[in-house]
Every structure is written in C-alpha cells, then in structure tokens.
C-alpha cells in the first residue's frame, strides 16, 4: 500500500534555530515527490518538486533533499513567518499522495 | 489563488440534506480534484475529472458524487450528509501539459462544512 509519513508531527523552534521534517514514503513507482506549505484557513502553496534521489531545490530559507526511501526539508535560521504546516505529497500514478503535515512554529 | 474559486468559503447543514460544493477555475486546466483535510488524515482525494464528463473514485469516496459539465466547474455532492463529513474541502487543479513540471496542483482556498 501507497504510504507517506512525516514526521514530527509538531515543531517548536525559536528563530535563527535551524532543523529539518521528515518525509518517508512506500509508494510503487515513485513520479516526483512535492513539498507544500499551507497557513491557517488557505489551501496549500507549492514549494518543490522533486524527481529523482540527490535532486536538491531551495528556496529562500529552505531546502528539500530526496532519497530513495525519503525526503528532508531543511530550514535554515527560520524566522516567525516560516510558522505554517508543511505538507509533502508523492505522486504516483496520476494522483498525490499527502502525508499529515509538520505542524511548524518558529518563536521570536 | 491562481484562477481557481471555491464556493461557499463556509456552510453549516444538517444531517440528511444534500448539499453541493463549487469549484470554478479560469486557467483551463483538464485535470481537477476533490480533497477533504481532516486533523490526523491529512488531505484525502474524494474524486477527480480528467476532462468534461470524466471523472473517477478517489480514496474516500463513498457518500459523494461529482460532476464536470464544463471544463471551468467540477461541483461536489453530499448526497445525504452526515456528521462525518464535518470537514474542509479543498479543490485542486492541474494540466498534463505541464503537470508535476515545477508547478504541482494549484489548490483553492477550501470550503469548511459543517454537518450538525
């Protein structure tokens, strides 16, 4: 069965402390891995895509890594506005599959 | 958000009505899907079109039903509601022309229904 987990759920940080979530997946036939952010009440932005393992993108303050089995998205010296949940979804076949989301929250 | 417009933002209904949720793009995207977001699931496919008329099962999708008479609009039903469908629906979009390619689906701003 097609499977993605993410981990931790939940991530306190203060700013300028830098971490990295977790994205494992099961999946047959992996097409592409995506990572989204999503704030309170709006629908999920695209952040990355990802096709293949030791493919890396980044954008401002982030970083997504893919391996054979995972994924990381790295926050380098993350500030309040960085406070979201970040999805990660693998497409396989013609749909995505989500993982519940790391809750993030980046204190001043 | 993009080109694509769900309707109502919010709705409260009771258990047995049917109830009907719109999504409305202007990209002209062929592809277009139906999730439910709930704590501790994530997001769910419910049901998905892609093109006029085409449509098929998601994950979750017993109880609902869909419809894609043009391409702008892919509406949702609730055939009878119940509480577990208590959620928020989000509608998503996407083109094979440039699908996956760096854009991912587009997703709508969400629906939160609520069935008391």
């Not at chain 2, 139906?34 to 979750?60: A, C, F, M, N």
């Not at chain 2, 208590?86 to 440039?98: L, N």
Request: with cysteine; proline share 4%; aromatic share 10%.
């Amino acid at each position: 069965e097609d499977q993605v987990t993410q981990s931790p759920e939940a991530l306190r940080l203060q700013e300028g402390e830098s971490s990295s979530l977790n994205c494992s997946y099961t999946v047959s036939g992996l097409r592409g891995l995506f990572w989204y952010r999503q704030d309170p009440g709006k629908g999920p932005e695209f952040l990355f895509t990802l096709y293949s393992a030791g493919e890396e993108k980044e954008k401002e303050r982030l970083k997504a890594t893919l391996t054979k089995k995972e994924s990381f998205l790295h926050i380098t010296a993350p500030k309040p506005e960085d406070s979201a949940t970040y999805l990660c979804a693998v497409q396989t076949g013609g749909k995505l599959i989500f993982g519940q989301g790391t809750e993030l929250s980046v204190k001043p | 958000d993009a080109g694509i417009t769900q309707s109502p933002r919010h709705k409260v209904t009771e258990t047995g009505t049917p109830v009907t949720l719109r999504c409305h793009q202007t990209e002209n995207h062929r592809y277009m899907y139906w999730y439910r977001q709930d704590p501790g699931h994530g997001l769910r496919l419910i049901h998905y079109s892609y093109g006029v008329k085409d449509t098929d099962k998601g994950e979750v999708s017993d109880g609902y039903s869909v419809s894609r008479s043009k391409t702008e609009d892919f509406l949702l039903t609730l055939e009878s509601a119940t509480s577990s469908q208590t959620s928020v629906y989000f509608c998503a979009i996407s083109d094979p022309s440039d699908r996956f390619k760096d854009h991912g689906y587009t997703f709508g701003s969400g629906t939160r229904l609520t069935v008391v």
